[in-house]
């Protein structure tokens, strides 16, 4: 199984302050409808042209709409690229929407 992270636990390690990218692997139009601040983007398309652009030395958590190509995303990367510090987070922005921060628009 690969590694997930609920929108919770998320939230609790981006409030103590630990240094996480969050890398958003959704559509242009989709990240500039609503995105969870701080989140940088890497459409789930362009990924394999630009995966040195995602770190190795600290934690990053993907994300997508549900979790589905934050899924596929991180697989990518653990088979081809041997990150060891991806996390998924699990729902993804629709997830950490209803459950923590509501003005992160819904669609």
């Given at each position: 199984?690969?590694?997930e ?21 959704r559509q ?10 701080g989140?940088q ?8 042209a ?11 958590v ?17 088979h ?5 510090n ?22």
């Open positions: 199984m690969l590694p992270l609920t929108p919770e636990a998320l939230y609790s390690r981006l409030q103590s302050g630990e240094d996480l990218l969050l890398l958003d692997v242009p139009e989709e990240y500039e409808f609503c995105h969870i601040e989140s983007l890497i459409p789930l398309g362009e990924l394999a630009r995966a040195d652009e995602v770190p190795t030395d600290r934690p990053v993907l994300i997508c709409h549900h979790g589905v190509r934050s899924m596929q995303a991180l697989a990518y990367l653990q081809r690229h041997e990150h060891t991806l996390l998924n987070l699990r729902g993804g922005i629709d997830a950490w929407s209803r459950r923590i921060d509501a003005s992160v628009a819904l669609y």
